[in-house]
Every structure is written in structure tokens, then in C-alpha cells.
């Protein structure tokens, strides 16, 4: 008997085994179905060979869970954990350990997609609906949105809001010098290319009647609480209006910014428990009037009622979105942070209004005590009015005292003339005196924290104290002890379907494993609790993991160089494209402004183009889903004096690997053109194709969809640009980072975007390797090809490739269904609730299709159940087409089935109870029971509510 080697014993790739579903023998039987001999030979027969990749991706090889996290805790083992109070927007803060562990390092959370489906996703939808009702009472404002995706990009998109509101038509935009640094240089990126000017300045030496638009923060940046009434009327007086970027926490305490004439509030969450993350990912919000809620950018929830008249939630006002208003849409937002809104809300409902208060309360006595002894040290202070933020007037002493906080373990904002101080719920005492000796330099003065804090008063001025009440509703109140907090958790998310449930067949959005050993870093205390402008020395490791990801990037895209910064796809999308604007302005073709965009572009395509300052011309698609190259050829022609970018999806957002992609990137650059691809279905290529190989200028990728970080029900995001040679100086730039003059703007609030998160994506590519990689593309195209096969006989798949095979998805036509039985692609995708299974992406890109991407990391004993399910319902639609059942009246259109519906007394509906039930064998011991049966759209949008409704109009339901 040969004996095996250490080395072999050792298996440093096992966990590309974990991370793929289907074992050897499942891969044989699935290859066998589709009359190959192996999984190359597919993959040769699927990916036509004159796009395959020449140059190997050059990546380590694969490591296993425990060697790689071993060696990213020696990763950040180089970051210093160091207590940061620098404030501008990031805040140390305390996660709850119930919602640390039961929230953040929950699959059940973590995996859920973006409620599209409201049946499946009460519990996230409920969630969410507490979001924007804290959000809206602690602003003072009507309505507030489900998240954006930080406080810089949020304040951007109120500037887009109120440009389309206000009745001035002015082309400024006025932005408050007492705003954040970082918001103000997102502000000049995205206004610049809308033909924008913003005007920077003291909002107090007078008002441009030019602006039809402010942006005020409120404390300011530096601490300051200032009085805005007056500057609000006066801005009304001139017809524009005024967005306030406004401190969550400071709100429980001020008088909100909707009592004093605000017409837009936005801010960031963080501090309400969650951790810096060297910049994100955090959930910003946005608030504003009921009158402009129809404009509002983002998801809003709302609540609606079921087909049995129960309360429900799903996502309102859909239209507003960019899916529908494509290049007319004034925001190309799509995926948002909604599992860090999550957390917020939780934070909210934990702690109550008593227990916010008394927070800011505490913090604000802190500030208080500080101010008063480092006055008695003989400093000036900026201001006598602040909330939790100490500016103090340094002198010459300024960077003696950073330096002195620093060595003492404390972080400062250095300012030019002087210390800022930004204390938080971490904060205490010890803090206070520590930062005193920090200041003393010299002074003898004597300190005695208690007798300070004996005499010393509140520092709000006392006509900005808040009087009104907030988050009055039961469910801020309720969960006070930590049982009950814990059961609420549960109690939601066993209402929703999430990968650690079921498959979620989504198309286009990839939902792959989201594996424990990737998530378990993310809360290390050296990434979670590093503020994004921490001092160089202290974020080495972070410096060495984002390199080191870019480079992996880069390996798997062919691209020169790539940046981490855009924080979601939409924002690599816009961040590209501007980087493509900043090469044709370098070479003076600054008037190139055309971006072809194919008719089956995802929404976010033509919105970035439009956001981005670019025109949108619609390039034809032929009757196999492929961009019409005739078409293509003529309309880039046609405006070849000023093409600037074609953006594609490849392979095409129909599944589909285009053989003519090199010649349609050769056309487009034959009239000087730049190409854009998107990278969403990256899941098809790593390894097999490189996309700058292809002719491709710039991508984004998805790190959400291909590298494995979870959706979290509708974010977070990351999308990285990765670029061609020539584009490299052109990258965002950031005031935190040394890059070059030639930089586009930044296009997020922190340098580094969703820092935080990033150590997933690195762990995954670590332990998968170059080869890993490789197989995953191979088995995602197996895996989508097994279930075309498997359903073909049943649907009509609606686009193959080469020898009439799909890439990693596939499209499943219904049409035809709806014209032979009534049946919709709705009550197809409800009925699958019925079966436990989230429904695949509906009518995208194709109206009434499904499309199916079951990715690599479903087994086939699962893509089995899937398609075991797709067939049975297909038997439920031949009874209709048989004339056996009316549809109005099938277990299809009455899907999903509640218990409440099935056990009630009455029963007239055709089919057994059972049916509606337990539709296919073996379910009755792990039946996932929707909460609510189908949801009605229409009356939701028709009867707006996007706070939480009063508990009565549940007991109105149940009577
Ligand atoms: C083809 C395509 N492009 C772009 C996006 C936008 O990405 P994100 O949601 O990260 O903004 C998506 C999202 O699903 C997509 O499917």
C-alpha cells in the first residue's frame, strides 16, 4: 500500500471542496446528463475558445481555513488597535453582543438578498421598517428612505434631490465650510460632471442667491451647534432648499433639523453600534418632506396588505428606482447597506429612546467636563456650543498634543489651528483625564474630574433642546431585556428565506457560499475598530490586505490595477466611467460624452452614464440576446467624433458568452471609445477568460456577487474598479491618499470604501487559489447547464451560446405559459415559496422570463429539489392549460400559502389543503411557513406608510 506524503495528508485545498457543492460523483452524473466527458470538455464546448485567456492568473496557491486565518491575524496583528476620537463622522461605539452575534455573524441576516420577494422577507422588510421609522422621528422629518451607502455619497444624492425640487434653477450648490472634509470632496466629484458648480462657504457671511441648494452639518464638523432657522428662511426666500447632513445620536438631544424648516436630512448611522471598519460599510439614511417622497433616491419600505387583508411590508415606489427609469433616473443606487441599517435599527430597539438618551447624555457630559478642564488649562475653545465635539484652540501647540494623544493610546484631529476631540459611548472618565494630561503641556492648573463635573453646565444652547418625543412606537420599547431582544431577532429572521435555508437561484446576482471562515475576520478588533483616518502606522495591515486584494483583483481580471474604493456595483459603474471621462479630457477630447449602452443593460448602466455626465444611446440586441453588432457598428460610427465608452455585461446579462465580443471592443475603440464592462457575471470568467484580454478598458467587480461577500439583504456592496495601463492615474483619488494630480475625485466617503469588509474576498481568494478559482467557473457553468437540461423539456430556455449551452445562467421563458394558462411569472415565483425556495431574478433583463444562476456552490442534490419543484409547478400549469383548474382559483395564484390560510374553517379552493402545503414529498418536517400570503402592490403604493403602523391595525387583521 502506497502511503500518502504529509503534504498530501495536509489537503491545503480542501476548502475549495467546501466551497464547491457538488462532490465527484454528483460532477460525473451532472457531466454524464449533459454528454460530456468532463468538465474541461464542457467548458471548451461552452466558452468559445477565441475568448479564452492566454496569460495564467497568477495567485498563491490555495491555503487551507486555518493556515489562511492564521495568516491574516498576522495581517492584522499589524494594525494597531488604538482608542480614535477624531470624530468626522466615525464614532467608537458599542455592538450589542445580541446583536453582534445574533445580527453580524448571523448567515440567517447576512445572506438574505434584497427583498424583492416581500413574502419571504418580513423579517428584514420589518427590520427595515424600524430603520426609517427612528430615522424619520429623530430627524423630525416625514419620510426616510432604507439606507444609502455613506454620509459623502448620501449628501451627494440630496444634492441631485433638491436640484430636481427647488424652484430656484440656479446652477450652484452651496456646501457648508463646517461640513466633513470628505463630504465636501464627494460633493465636488459628483457635481462636477452634472454641470454643477459647488460654492464652499460660511453660510453666516451670506446666502448666493445663485444656489439652489444647502448643505449644512449639524453639529458642525468641528463640534459647533449651530442656530440654521434663519438660514433656512432665508434660502426658502431665494427658492431653494436645504439639506442637512445631522448626527443621529446628537438628535435625541437637539431639536431636530425637520423643526427648524430642513427639507432634507441624511447622515450615517455608525455610531449606532456599528464598528468603524476602517471606513465602512455603514448605513447612511436619508429623510425628507411627505410632498417629496415619489423623488426620493434609495429602497423605501412600505406597508401594504396581503391577499387575506393582513399587514405586510415589501419595497415601495418601486418606479423611482433606476431598474425603471434607467438613464432618466437621478440616482444609480441599487444595492444600499441594509444589513448595517439592520443592525442600527436593532441598536435603536435595544436600547429604547431612554437608553439613546441617556447615551448622548453621557457622552455630552464627557464633552462638558473635558471642555471645562482643558479651558481651565488656559485653552480657547472653538465653540461654547457642542454636542460631543471639543475643538480647542492649540496654538502653537497643536502637533505636540496630537503626538502626546497619540503615544498615550488616543487619536486626534489635528486641525490647522488647533485639536479636534470627538468623545463617544466607548469613552469614559479615564478618557477625559488622559486627554487632560495630554493638554496640560506644562500647566500646573489643578483638575478634579468630580468637582468639574459638579459645577459644570450642559454646552447645548438652550433653545436648541430637543422637546419632541421619539421612537414612540411599541417596538423601540418592548425588547428591553436581553431574552426578549434575542427571541425578536429570531422571531424575524425565521420569516425569511436566506441561503442558510434554501438556494437562491438568482440571476444575475449570484448568491454563492458566503463561507464562516471568510466572515469570522470581520470582527477581529484590528479591522472592525480601525477609524478610516487612523495615522499611517497604525493601519499596516489594512494597507498590506488591500494591496494585496487589489493585485488578486487584478490577477483575476487581466487589469493593470485596480481600486477598492467604490463601495457597490452602481459606484464602480459611475467611478469607471469618470475615470474614462478624466483619459479623454487628458488627451483633449474632453467633448467625448456618448456612451452606447446595449437595450439589456441592467438599470444601474444607463444611470452611472447619465450621473456621469454622459449621453446614452441604445445599441440594439438581436433575437439570441447578443448585442446587434450591425447596429453597434453603425450607431459608433454615427457619433464617432464624440464616443466616449461602450459599457457591456459580459457575459451578456442574458447568460450568454457573445463570441463577438473582441470585435465589438475593436469597433468601439476604432472610434475612440473606451470600454466599460460590467462584471456582475465575473462568476463565469475567473480563471477561464481575462477581461482585459478581451479588448476591455475598465470593469467593475462585484466582490458581493463573484468574491463571495454575503448581499446582507440588500447590502452591503463593495465594487472595485479595475483598469487597463493607460487608465492607472486616473483612479479615485481620496485627500487621505498620496495618489496622483491626475485622479478622478473620490467617489466615496472613506478613502478605501467598505473597508471593513474587504478581508472576506482576500480570505476566499486565499484559500481557493489560482486553481480553486477556475473551478468554481467551470462548476457554476456546469451547475446552470445541469438545470437548463434538466428543465428544457419543461420551459423553453429562452438564450444558449455555443452548442447550445448557457454560460453560468440561464433564462427560462414563460410567456408562452402565460398565453396558454393566465399563469404569471409571479405566481410561478410564489408557488416556489410554497417549496421553500427563493425565486430566481424575474423579468430581467427579459420581461416574463425567469432567470436561473445557481452558482458552484449548490449541491445537486439541491439543484435537483430545484428543479424537481420547477417541473411539479410545470404539472400544476398543464391542469390549468387542461382546463382541469380555473387559474384564479389554483394553488399557483392563491401561492404563497400561509398556515393561517390552510388551517382556517372554510375551505372551497379545488386542491387539497395539502397540496397548497406540502406541494412536493418529504416537506412536512422542515416546512418554512411563509408569514403572509401575496402581497398587493398596488394598494401599498396607492396607501404610502414607511413607518411602523400602529400595533392595532394587526389586531384589526387577526379579528
Ligand atoms: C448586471 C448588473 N450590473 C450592475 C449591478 C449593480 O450592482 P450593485 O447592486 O452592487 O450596485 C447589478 C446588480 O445586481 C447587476 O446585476
Same mark, same amino acid.
Not at 115 to 129: D, H
Not at 391 to 419: F, H, M, P, Q, Y
Not at 511 to 530: G, V
Not at 853 to 860: D, G, I, L, Q
Given at each position: 500500500?502506497?502511503?500518502?506524503?504529509?503534504?498530501?495528508?495536509?489537503?491545503?485545498?480542501?476548502?475549495?471542496?467546501?466551497?464547491?457543492?457538488?462532490?465527484?460523483?454528483?460532477?460525473?452524473?451532472?457531466?454524464?446528463?449533459?454528454?460530456?466527458?468532463?468538465?474541461?470538455? /464542457?467548458?471548451?464546448?461552452?466558452?468559445?475558445?477565441?475568448?479564452?485567456?492566454?496569460?495564467?492568473?497568477?495567485?498563491?496557491?490555495?491555503?487551507?481555513?486555518?493556515?489562511?486565518?492564521?495568516?491574516?491575524?498576522?495581517?492584522?496583528?499589524?494594525?494597531?488597535?488604538?482608542?480614535?476620537?477624531?470624530?468626522?463622522?466615525?464614532?467608537?461605539?458599542?455592538?450589542?453582543?445580541?446583536?453582534?452575534?445574533?445580527?453580524?455573524?448571523?448567515?440567517?441576516?447576512?445572506?438574505?438578498?434584497?427583498?424583492?420577494?416581500?413574502?419571504?422577507?418580513?423579517?428584514?422588510?420589518?427590520?427595515?421598517?424600524?430603520?426609517?421609522?427612528?430615522?424619520?422621528?429623530?430627524?423630525?422629518?416625514?419620510?426616510?428612505?432604507?439606507?444609502?451607502?455613506?454620509?459623502?455619497?448620501?449628501?451627494?444624492?440630496?444634492?441631485?434631490?433638491?436640484?430636481? *425640487?427647488?424652484?430656484?434653477?440656479?446652477?450652484?450648490?452651496? #456646501?457648508?465650510?463646517?461640513? %466633513?472634509?470628505?463630504?465636501?470632496?464627494?460633493?465636488?466629484?459628483?457635481?462636477?460632471?452634472?454641470?454643477?458648480?459647488?460654492?464652499?462657504?460660511?453660510?453666516?457671511?451670506?446666502?448666493?442667491?445663485?444656489?439652489?441648494?444647502? +448643505?449644512?452639518?449639524?453639529?458642525?464638523?468641528?463640534?459647533?451647534?449651530?442656530?440654521?432657522?434663519?438660514?433656512?428662511?432665508?434660502?426658502?426666500?431665494?427658492?431653494?432648499?436645504?439639506?442637512?447632513?445631522?448626527?443621529?445620536?446628537?438628535?435625541?438631544?437637539?431639536?431636530?433639523?425637520?423643526?427648524?424648516?430642513?427639507?432634507?436630512?441624511?447622515?450615517?448611522?455608525?455610531?449606532?453600534?456599528? &464598528?468603524?471598519? $476602517?471606513?465602512?460599510?455603514?448605513?447612511?439614511?436619508?429623510?425628507?418632506?411627505?410632498?417629496?417622497?415619489?423623488?426620493?433616491?434609495?429602497?423605501?419600505?412600505?406597508?401594504?396588505?396581503?391577499?387575506?387583508?393582513?399587514?405586510?411590508?415589501?419595497?415601495?415606489?418601486?418606479?423611482?428606482?433606476?431598474?425603471?427609469?434607467?438613464?432618466?433616473?437621478?440616482?444609480?443606487?441599487?444595492?444600499?447597506?441594509?444589513?448595517?441599517?439592520?443592525?442600527?435599527?436593532?441598536?435603536?430597539?435595544?436600547?429604547?429612546?431612554?437608553?439613546?438618551?441617556?447615551?448622548?447624555?453621557?457622552?455630552?457630559? =464627557?464633552?462638558?467636563? *473635558?471642555? @471645562?478642564? #482643558?479651558?481651565?488649562?488656559?485653552?480657547?475653545?472653538?465653540?461654547?456650543?457642542?454636542?460631543?465635539?471639543?475643538?480647542?484652540?492649540?496654538?502653537?501647540?497643536?502637533?505636540?498634543?496630537?503626538?502626546?494623544?497619540?503615544?498615550?493610546?488616543?487619536?486626534?484631529?489635528?486641525?490647522?489651528?488647533?485639536?479636534?476631540?470627538?468623545?463617544?459611548?466607548?469613552?469614559?472618565?479615564?478618557?477625559?483625564?488622559?486627554?487632560?494630561?495630554?493638554?496640560?503641556?506644562?500647566?500646573?492648573?489643578?483638575?478634579?474630574?468630580?468637582?468639574?463635573?459638579?459645577?459644570?453646565?450642559?454646552? =447645548?444652547?438652550?433653545?436648541?433642546?430637543?422637546?419632541?418625543?421619539?421612537?414612540?412606537?411599541?417596538?423601540?420599547?418592548?425588547?428591553?431585556?436581553?431574552?426578549?431582544?434575542?427571541?425578536?431577532?429570531?422571531?424575524?429572521?425565521?420569516?425569511?428565506?436566506?441561503?442558510?435555508?434554501?438556494?437562491?437561484?438568482?440571476?444575475?446576482?449570484?448568491?454563492?457560499?458566503?463561507?464562516?471562515?471568510?466572515?469570522?475576520?470581520?470582527?477581529?478588533?484590528?479591522?472592525?475598530?480601525?477609524?478610516?483616518?487612523?495615522?499611517?502606522?497604525?493601519?499596516?495591515?489594512?494597507?498590506?490586505?488591500?494591496?494585496?486584494?487589489?493585485?488578486?483583483?487584478?490577477?483575476?481580471?487581466?487589469?493593470?490595477?485596480?481600486?477598492?474604493?467604490?463601495?457597490?456595483?452602481?459606484?464602480?459603474?459611475?467611478?469607471? +466611467?469618470?475615470?474614462?471621462?478624466?483619459?479623454?479630457?487628458?488627451?483633449?477630447?474632453?467633448?467625448?460624452?456618448?456612451?452606447?449602452?446595449?437595450?439589456?443593460?441592467?438599470?444601474?448602466?444607463?444611470?452611472?452614464?447619465?450621473?456621469?455626465?454622459?449621453?446614452?444611446?441604445?445599441?440594439?440586441?438581436?433575437?439570441?440576446?447578443?448585442?446587434?453588432?450591425?447596429?453597434?457598428?453603425?450607431?459608433?460610427?454615427? %457619433?464617432?467624433?464624440?464616443?466616449?465608452? /461602450?459599457?457591456?455585461?459580459?457575459?451578456?446579462?442574458?447568460?450568454?458568452?457573445?463570441?463577438?465580443?473582441?470585435?465589438?471592443?475593436?469597433?468601439?475603440?476604432?472610434?475612440?471609445?473606451?470600454?466599460?464592462?460590467?462584471?456582475?457575471?465575473?462568476?463565469?470568467?475567473?480563471? +477561464? #477568460?481575462? *477581461?482585459?484580454? =478581451?479588448?476591455?478598458?475598465?470593469?467593475?467587480?462585484?466582490?458581493?456577487?463573484?468574491?463571495?461577500?454575503?448581499?446582507?439583504?440588500?447590502?452591503?456592496?463593495?465594487? &472595485?474598479?479595475?483598469?487597463?495601463?493607460?487608465?492607472?492615474?486616473?483612479?479615485?483619488?481620496?485627500? @487621505?491618499?498620496?495618489?496622483?494630480?491626475?485622479?478622478?475625485?473620490?467617489?466615496?466617503?472613506?478613502?478605501?470604501?467598505?473597508?471593513?469588509?474587504?478581508?472576506?474576498?482576500?480570505?476566499?481568494?486565499?484559500?481557493?487559489?489560482?486553481?480553486?478559482?477556475?473551478?468554481?467557473?467551470?462548476?457554476?457553468?456546469?451547475?446552470?447547464?445541469?438545470?437548463?437540461?434538466? +428543465?428544457?423539456?419543461?420551459?423553453?430556455?429562452?438564450?444558449?451560446?455555443?452548442?447550445?449551452?448557457?454560460?453560468?445562467?440561464?433564462?427560462?421563458?414563460?410567456?408562452?405559459?402565460?398565453?396558454?394558462?393566465?399563469?404569471?411569472?409571479?405566481?410561478?415565483?410564489?408557488?416556489?415559496?410554497?417549496?421553500?425556495?427563493?425565486? &430566481?431574478?424575474?423579468?430581467?433583463?427579459?420581461?416574463?422570463?425567469?432567470?436561473?444562476?445557481?452558482?458552484?456552490?449548490?449541491?445537486?442534490?439541491? *439543484?435537483?429539489?430545484?428543479?424537481?419543484?420547477?417541473?411539479?409547478?410545470?404539472?400544476?400549469?398543464?391542469?390549468?392549460?387542461?382546463?382541469?383548474?380555473?387559474?384564479?382559483?389554483?394553488?399557483?395564484?392563491?401561492?404563497?400559502?400561509?398556515?393561517?390560510?390552510?388551517?382556517?374553517?372554510?375551505?372551497?379552493?379545488?386542491?387539497?389543503?395539502?397540496?397548497?402545503? $406540502?406541494?412536493? &414529498?418529504?416537506? @412536512?418536517?422542515?416546512?418554512?411557513?411563509?408569514?403572509?400570503?401575496?402581497?398587493?402592490?398596488?394598494?401599498?403604493?396607492?396607501?404610502?406608510?414607511?413607518?411602523?403602523?400602529?400595533? @392595532?391595525?394587526?389586531?384589526?387583521?387577526?379579528?
Amino acid at each position: 500500500m502506497t502511503r500518502p506524503t504529509l503534504n498530501e495528508l495536509t489537503a491545503h485545498d480542501a476548502f475549495v471542496q467546501r466551497h464547491i457543492g457538488p462532490s465527484d460523483d454528483e460532477t460525473a452524473a451532472m457531466l454524464d446528463a449533459l454528454g460530456y466527458d468532463s468538465l474541461s470538455d /464542457l467548458t471548451d464546448a461552452a466558452v468559445p475558445r477565441g475568448i479564452r485567456r492566454e496569460r495564467p492568473m497568477t495567485l498563491d496557491a490555495p491555503r487551507g481555513e486555518a493556515e489562511t486565518l492564521a495568516e491574516l491575524a498576522e495581517i492584522a496583528g499589524q494594525n494597531k488597535v488604538v482608542k480614535s476620537l477624531i470624530g468626522q463622522g466615525y464614532y467608537g461605539t458599542v455592538t450589542p453582543g445580541v446583536i453582534l452575534r445574533n445580527i453580524l455573524e448571523n448567515p440567517a441576516w447576512y445572506t438574505a438578498y434584497t427583498p424583492y420577494q416581500p413574502e419571504i422577507s418580513q423579517g428584514r422588510l420589518e427590520a427595515l421598517l424600524n430603520f426609517q421609522t427612528m430615522v424619520a422621528e429623530l430627524t423630525g422629518m416625514d419620510i426616510a428612505n432604507a439606507s444609502l451607502l455613506d454620509e459623502g455619497t448620501a449628501a451627494a444624492e440630496a444634492m441631485m434631490l433638491v436640484r430636481k *425640487l427647488a424652484r430656484n434653477k440656479g446652477d450652484q450648490f452651496f #456646501v457648508s465650510e463646517r461640513c %466633513h472634509s470628505q463630504t465636501i470632496e464627494v460633493m465636488r466629484t459628483r457635481a462636477e460632471p452634472m454641470g454643477i458648480e459647488v460654492v464652499v462657504g460660511d453660510e453666516f457671511a451670506g446666502l448666493p442667491a445663485e444656489a439652489f441648494g444647502f +448643505l449644512l452639518q449639524y453639529p458642525a464638523t468641528r463640534g459647533g451647534v449651530h442656530h440654521y432657522a434663519d438660514i433656512v428662511e432665508r434660502a426658502h426666500g431665494n427658492d431653494a432648499l436645504v439639506v442637512v447632513a445631522a448626527d443621529p445620536l446628537a438628535l435625541t438631544l437637539l431639536t431636530p433639523p425637520g423643526e427648524w424648516g430642513a427639507d432634507v436630512v441624511i447622515g450615517s448611522t455608525q455610531r449606532f453600534g456599528v &464598528p468603524f471598519g $476602517f471606513g465602512g460599510p455603514h448605513a447612511a439614511y436619508m429623510a425628507t418632506k411627505d410632498a417629496h417622497k415619489r423623488s426620493m433616491p434609495g429602497r423605501l419600505v412600505g406597508v401594504s396588505v396581503d391577499a387575506a387583508g393582513r399587514p405586510a411590508y415589501r419595497l415601495a415606489l418601486q418606479t423611482r428606482e433606476q431598474h425603471i427609469r434607467r438613464e432618466k433616473a437621478t440616482s444609480n443606487i441599487c444595492t444600499a447597506q441594509v444589513l448595517l441599517a439592520v443592525i442600527a435599527s436593532m441598536y435603536a430597539v435595544y436600547h429604547g429612546p431612554e437608553g439613546l438618551t441617556r447615551i448622548a447624555r453621557r457622552v455630552h457630559r =464627557l464633552a462638558a467636563v *473635558l471642555a @471645562e478642564g #482643558v479651558r481651565r488649562l488656559g485653552y480657547e475653545l472653538d465653540s461654547d456650543r457642542f454636542f460631543d465635539t471639543v475643538t480647542v484652540k492649540t496654538r502653537d501647540w497643536g502637533a505636540t498634543i496630537w503626538e502626546t494623544a497619540r503615544v498615550e493610546g488616543l487619536n486626534l484631529r489635528l486641525e490647522d489651528d488647533g485639536v479636534a476631540v470627538s468623545l463617544d459611548e466607548t469613552c469614559d472618565r479615564a478618557t477625559v483625564e488622559k486627554l487632560w494630561t495630554c493638554f496640560r503641556q506644562g500647566s500646573e492648573a489643578e483638575l478634579d474630574f468630580d468637582a468639574i463635573e459638579a459645577e459644570v453646565a450642559d454646552a =447645548l444652547p438652550e433653545d436648541l433642546v430637543r422637546t419632541s418625543a421619539f421612537l414612540t412606537h411599541p417596538v423601540f420599547h418592548q425588547h428591553r431585556s436581553e431574552t426578549e431582544m434575542l427571541r425578536y431577532l429570531r422571531r424575524l429572521s425565521d420569516k425569511d428565506i436566506a441561503l442558510d435555508r434554501a438556494m437562491i437561484p438568482l440571476g444575475s446576482c449570484t448568491m454563492k457560499l458566503n463561507a464562516t471562515a471568510e466572515m469570522i475576520p470581520i470582527t477581529w478588533p484590528e479591522f472592525a475598530n480601525i477609524h478610516p483616518f487612523a495615522p499611517a502606522d497604525q493601519t499596516i495591515g489594512y494597507h498590506r490586505l488591500i494591496t494585496e486584494l487589489e493585485r488578486m483583483l487584478a490577477a483575476a481580471t487581466g487589469y493593470a490595477a485596480v481600486s477598492v474604493q467604490p463601495n457597490a456595483g452602481s459606484q464602480g459603474e459611475y467611478a469607471g +466611467l469618470l475615470v474614462i471621462r478624466a483619459y479623454h479630457r487628458a488627451r483633449g477630447e474632453g467633448h467625448r460624452d456618448v456612451c452606447l449602452i446595449p437595450s439589456s443593460a441592467h438599470g444601474t448602466n444607463p444611470a452611472s452614464a447619465a450621473m456621469a455626465g454622459m449621453r446614452v444611446v441604445v445599441v440594439a440586441c438581436d433575437s439570441h440576446g447578443n448585442v446587434d453588432v450591425d447596429d453597434l457598428r453603425a450607431k459608433a460610427a454615427q %457619433h464617432a467624433d464624440s464616443l466616449a465608452a /461602450l459599457m457591456i455585461t459580459y457575459p451578456s446579462t442574458h447568460g450568454v458568452f457573445e463570441e463577438r465580443v473582441k470585435e465589438i471592443c475593436s469597433i468601439v475603440h476604432e472610434h475612440g471609445g473606451q470600454v466599460y464592462t460590467d462584471g456582475a457575471n465575473l462568476n463565469a470568467l475567473v480563471g +477561464l #477568460v481575462s *477581461l482585459q484580454e =478581451l479588448g476591455s478598458d475598465v470593469s467593475h467587480m462585484n466582490l458581493h456577487k463573484t468574491f463571495c461577500i454575503p448581499h446582507g439583504g440588500g447590502g452591503p456592496g463593495v465594487g &472595485p474598479i479595475g483598469v487597463a495601463e493607460h487608465l492607472v492615474p486616473y483612479l479615485p483619488g481620496h485627500s @487621505e491618499l498620496d495618489n496622483l494630480e491626475t485622479a478622478i475625485g473620490a467617489v466615496s466617503a472613506a478613502p478605501y470604501g467598505s473597508a471593513g469588509i474587504l478581508p472576506i474576498s482576500w480570505t476566499y481568494i486565499r484559500m481557493m487559489g489560482a486553481e480553486g478559482l477556475t473551478r468554481a467557473t467551470r462548476m457554476a457553468i456546469l451547475n446552470a447547464n445541469y438545470v437548463a437540461k434538466r +428543465l428544457e423539456d419543461h420551459y423553453p430556455v429562452l438564450y444558449t451560446g455555443p452548442n447550445g449551452l448557457v454560460a453560468h445562467e440561464c433564462i427560462i421563458d414563460l410567456r408562452p405559459i402565460k398565453d396558454s394558462s393566465g399563469v404569471t411569472v409571479d405566481d410561478v415565483a410564489k408557488r416556489l415559496i410554497d417549496f421553500g425556495f427563493h425565486a &430566481p431574478t424575474m423579468s430581467f433583463p427579459v420581461a416574463g422570463t425567469l432567470m436561473i444562476e445557481p452558482t458552484e456552490s449548490e449541491s445537486k442534490v439541491e *439543484l435537483d429539489r430545484f428543479c424537481d419543484a420547477m417541473i411539479a409547478i410545470r404539472e400544476e400549469i398543464r391542469a390549468i392549460e387542461n382546463g382541469d383548474v380555473p387559474v384564479e382559483h389554483s394553488a399557483l395564484r392563491n401561492a404563497p400559502h400561509t398556515a393561517d390560510d390552510l388551517l382556517g374553517s372554510a375551505w372551497d379552493r379545488p386542491y387539497p389543503r395539502r397540496a397548497g402545503a $406540502f406541494p412536493a &414529498p418529504g416537506m @412536512e418536517a422542515s416546512k418554512y411557513w411563509p408569514p403572509v400570503s401575496r402581497i398587493d402592490n398596488v394598494y401599498g403604493d396607492r396607501n404610502l406608510v414607511c413607518s411602523c403602523p400602529p400595533i @392595532e391595525a394587526y389586531q384589526d387583521a387577526a379579528e
